[in-house]
């Protein structure tokens, strides 16, 4: 339980710092993850998970302030949204352990531009 309210401290002093005024507010990640995965959190609304790194590709959720499971990350399409910033790295997350995969632009979690403790593809 430490380590998850140390990571959830830590996060949130990272989103301060890299998002300004957009930090989210801290909720306790779900203890139904895979351990062995990081757990990200979405903190904006809205966010479409999507089939590849790049915005063309299909869309398979859409989540608000929701916590995931982190696979591992890398590079796509560069994805800019003017009240936040600009990102190419984007993030394979599931829901829960064996759910299918989904993309995420980094913008949108938690721990800044390429996330600490999700290992590349």
Known sequence: MNKVIRRTATALAVAT???????????AAPAD????????YIWATDVQLREDTNTSSNVLAVRSQHWLDAVCQKQGQTVTDPAVGTNSWWTAVQ???GSDIAWVNNLYLQGGEKIEGVPDC
């Not at 710092?17 to 909720?27: D, E, H, I, R």
């Not at 993850?33 to 990200?40: F, K, M, R, S």
């Open 17 to 27: 710092l890299t998002t300004g005024a957009l930090a989210a507010t801290a909720q």
């Open 33 to 40: 993850g895979d351990p062995a995965l990081t757990d990200v």
């Open 95 to 97: 829901e829960f352990a």
